[in-house]
């Protein structure tokens, strides 16, 4: 059995940076595509990012890109989410997964093709 295990979170002042941690197990993890998603309060999870498994193509939400960056190491079996100039509307739950589907080119954007989810760590950035 596949487990992710988020960690990084915290209270950030806006303008702050983060770097978010997504540990796997149970799984070769260099044969996945790894994606991140949040979900602020109220609202539906959303995309953040993606990475193939080789590392060599990625995919950003529009409002993160150029703020945050998503890297792997498939040594550590770790993902991370790099995250700069955070704002108050990045509050949110951040969970990674791992892509249904993995090859070297396609990065999906809809939670539903995402299967074994970490529980979450809380990011909140304040005013």
């Known amino acids: 059995q596949v487990q992710l295990v988020e960690s990084g979170g915290d209270l950030v002042q806006a303008g702050g940076s983060l770097r978010l941690s997504c540990a796997a197990s149970?799984?070769?993890?260099?044969?996945?595509?790894m994606g991140w998603f949040r979900q602020a309060p109220g609202k539906e999870r959303e995309f953040v990012a993606a990475?193939?498994?080789?590392?060599?193509?990625?995919r950003y939400a529009d409002s993160v890109k150029g703020r945050f960056t998503i890297s792997r190491d498939n040594a550590k079996s770790t993902v991370y989410l790099q995250m700069n100039s955070l704002k108050p509307e990045d509050t949110a739950v951040y969970y990674c997964?791992?892509?249904?589907?993995?090859?070297?080119?396609?990065?999906?954007?809809?939670?539903?093709?995402?299967?074994?989810w970490g529980q979450g760590t809380q990011v909140t950035v304040s005013e």
């Open positions: 990475m193939t498994r080789d590392g060599g193509r990625t």
């Open positions: 149970g799984r070769t993890f260099s044969s996945y595509t």
């Open positions: 997964a791992i892509q249904e589907y993995s090859d070297s080119y396609y990065l999906a954007t809809q939670q539903t093709e995402y299967s074994y």
